[in-house]
């Protein structure tokens, strides 16, 4: 026999959940949906929020500022919506706010936090079937399981 202790449902998923969110409705429901395995499962909740550095607005004047005052809406809405839902039900979490690559940033954060699982939404950009999204990039680097919430 075994010392291991006996497998017990719903206390064996991930312990930490990498979730991409940038206020489109997808990363939201997935939110939602990490939010609720990391409840369910006694994980710990690590939400990245990525604005991606367009080339192009840092050349017109006035660009990289709307970019900027755009990224501090979304991560104030979410602040709000996070503490809203920890009101209710109560998971740790931490927000990570950075400017990059959405796939490299979503990447390191999952290497750096040993997480079990990452989860992102779905793409609605028609461009990403030809080059990729930011989901098929992570499931393609196969180093954690990636939910793809739609």
Known sequence: MSDESPFEYGVDGPKVIVVGVDGSDTSLRAGAYAWGLARRGGGRLVIVQV???????????????????????????????????????????E???????????LARVADETRA???????????????IGSVAVRLVRSGRWPVTVVP
Request: aromatic fraction near 4%; avoid cysteine; charged fraction near 15%.
């Open 51 to 93: 604005t991606p550095t367009a080339a192009l607005s840092t050349l017109t004047p006035g660009g990289a500022a709307v970019l900027r005052e755009t990224a501090d809406e979304t991560t104030a809405y979410l602040r709000g919506e996070l503490e809203r839902a920890a009101a209710s039900t109560p998971v740790p979490y």
């Open 116 to 130: 079990d699982a990452v989860v992102v939404g779905a793409s609605a950009q028609a461009g990403h079937r030809l």
């Open 95 to 105: 927000l990570v706010t950075e400017q990059g690559d959405p796939y490299t940033v």
